[in-house]
């Protein structure tokens, strides 16, 4: 275990079988209590994981993730604060990877309300490997489905628009927008998408005006 800003100090840890099909994982864990932050490290690392330890609050979560470049962060939540839900949104939206709230409290609002924060998972006490193993592996999958509905979305809006900006341009429907596109992408060895991200950048392109020549 490599605790941030300070020296390292490697937890010993029993390799026990990791229980999914998961691969061993960099795995950041927070929070300012260091004997909780010692419990729950223990416990990811008896997994077979490479944990991160960081001390001190959880206000640099987000920039630590960015730097640090984890596949997951835990952060330990020890009290049921308006403050500390503004913390796991802040958490949340800042983090550059799927976080685990291990939840410290005994109020059911406040878990059901940090549950509506956007973690991907949240569990009580921390301390069981076997539910912080299936919480990881939880957390990973609703991550993948995440980007990748965000990726389907993200590729329609692409298309959707190349569509339109040849619907305009040759005066066709939205299916002969789209024959177009296809063939394409045949006719090239290209995926529809890939097409259309063209036709996209190539509209933006010839629409932007130009720079004003430098006297």
Not at 95 to 112: H, Q, T
Not at 115 to 143: M, V
């Given at each position: 275990?490599?605790?941030?800003?300070?020296?390292?100090?490697?937890?010993?840890?029993?390799?026990?079988?990791?229980?999914?099909?998961?691969e061993d994982l960099r795995v950041l864990?927070?929070?300012?209590?260091?004997?909780?932050?010692?419990?729950?490290?223990?416990?990811?690392?008896?997994?077979?994981?490479?944990?991160?330890?960081?001390?001190?609050?959880?206000?640099?979560?987000?920039?630590?993730?960015?730097?640090?470049?984890?596949?997951?962060?835990?952060?330990?939540?020890?009290?049921?604060?308006?403050?500390?839900?503004?913390?796991?949104?802040?958490?949340?939206?800042?983090?550059?990877?799927?976080?685990?709230?291990?939840?410290?409290?005994?109020?059911?609002a406040f878990i059901n309300e940090a549950?509506?924060?956007?973690?991907?998972?949240?569990?009580?006490?921390?301390?069981?490997?076997?539910?912080?193993?299936?919480?990881?592996?939880?957390?990973?999958?609703?991550?993948?489905?995440?980007?990748?509905?965000?990726?389907?979305?993200?590729?329609?809006?692409?298309?959707?628009?190349?569509?339109?900006?040849l619907m305009e341009r040759h005066g066709?429907?939205?299916?002969?927008?789209?024959?177009?596109?296809?063939?394409?992408?045949?006719?090239?060895?290209?995926?529809?998408?890939?097409?259309?991200?063209?036709?996209?950048?190539?509209?933006?392109?010839?629409?932007?005006?130009?720079?004003?020549?430098?006297?």
């Amino acid at each position: 275990m490599e605790p941030l800003g300070g020296a390292r100090a490697p937890i010993a840890r029993p390799r026990l079988p990791v229980m999914s099909g998961s691969e061993d994982l960099r795995v950041l864990v927070a929070d300012g209590r260091p004997e909780r932050l010692q419990q729950v490290s223990r416990a990811v690392a008896s997994l077979g994981h490479e944990v991160t330890t960081l001390e001190g609050g959880l206000d640099a979560i987000g920039p630590t993730t960015a730097a640090e470049r984890p596949d997951l962060a835990i952060v330990i939540v020890g009290e049921s604060s308006d403050d500390a839900l503004r913390t796991i949104g802040r958490i949340v939206h800042e983090a550059a990877c799927p976080v685990i709230a291990v939840l410290d409290v005994e109020d059911p609002a406040f878990i059901n309300e940090a549950a509506r924060r956007g973690i991907f998972a949240y569990i009580r006490g921390g301390g069981d490997p076997a539910e912080l193993q299936s919480s990881i592996d939880i957390t990973l999958q609703r991550f993948a489905e995440y980007h990748n509905l965000e990726g389907a979305f993200g590729r329609r809006a692409v298309t959707e628009r190349a569509k339109g900006i040849l619907m305009e341009r040759h005066g066709i429907d939205e299916r002969a927008a789209f024959d177009l596109l296809r063939d394409e992408a045949r006719r090239t060895n290209r995926k529809v998408v890939d097409v259309a991200e063209a036709v996209a950048a190539s509209h933006r392109l010839l629409s932007s005006e130009p720079d004003p020549p430098s006297s």
